[in-house]
């Protein structure tokens, strides 16, 4: 499976919007991206996927440009309560849904 | 949906002693995946199941841990001995096997192991 690196930490205040940039540089044909979240004494929480281009739910967009190589969580408007890890993976089809989780971005939200 | 389910959700036992965890899938959910969390090797994975039968333990750090999935609405990771060094926070996650191409886990609340 690719390789992925992200910032290790990241600050922000309430109300800003927060863009989390991980690099797959290794990403293959069948890949897909996923992103999780995961809150102190918690286990990690599914936010968004995405193959190529632009995938937005009610939580996060995921911004993938046209060689994959890089993609971008975007979090809107973020509160104090999105503090958090933030988990960039890269998954393949054929593996049954195995997931291999790296360091991820710890996002601290200021008042 | 109760989510996924762990227990116990904490455990301190002596080294040497066998500790078992225990995980309920989601109802309906066909792989199962057992994690350990520290703060020095972050996440890792260490076993995961479809359809009951492991597919992949390359993960498992030695022999004293085993994993079993006897049905599909239960699983099991058992350590026997205990060490020190294997206080953590294990998580059992369930899927629905990607083949609607989602790879969204259902996590459970883990449960904090403490070997002394």
């Known amino acids: 499976l690719a390789k992925t690196t992200q910032p290790i930490s990241m600050d922000s205040y309430e109300g800003q919007e927060v863009n989390i940039t991980c690099s797959h540089n290794?990403?293959?044909?069948?890949?897909?991206i996923t992103w999780y979240q995961q809150f102190p004494s918690q286990g990690p929480r599914f936010i968004i996927q995405?193959?190529?281009t632009k995938v937005t739910n009610e939580v996060a967009s995921l911004f993938i440009p046209a060689d994959r190589k890089s993609s971008t969580l975007s979090l809107p408007r973020v509160s104090l309560s999105d503090t958090a890890v933030y988990y960039c993976?890269?998954?393949?089809?054929?593996?049954?849904?195995?997931?291999?989780f790296g360091q991820g971005t710890t996002l601290q939200v200021k008042p | 949906d109760a989510g996924v389910i762990q227990s116990p959700r904490h455990e301190v036992t002596e080294m040497g002693q066998e500790v078992t965890l225990r995980c309920k899938p989601i109802?309906?959910?066909?792989?199962l995946f057992w994690y350990r969390q520290t703060m020095m090797r972050g996440l890792e994975l260490l076993i995961y199941?479809?359809?009951?039968?492991?597919?992949?333990d390359s993960g498992m750090p030695e022999d004293r841990f085993s994993a079993k999935m006897p049905n599909a609405s239960f699983s099991t990771l058992k350590i026997q001995p205990s060490e020190p060094r294997d206080s953590a926070v294990y998580f059992c996650?369930?899927?629905?096997?990607?083949?609607?191409?989602?790879?969204?886990?259902?996590f459970g609340p883990g449960t904090r192991l403490t070997v002394t």
């Open positions: 996650a369930s899927s629905l096997t990607p083949g609607q191409l989602t790879y969204e886990q259902y």
């Open positions: 290794n990403i293959a044909t069948n890949d897909y």
């Open positions: 995405g193959y190529k």
């Open positions: 993976l890269v998954a393949r089809s054929s593996n049954t849904g195995k997931l291999i």
């Open positions: 109802s309906g959910h066909n792989s």
């Open positions: 199941f479809n359809n009951n039968v492991p597919i992949d």
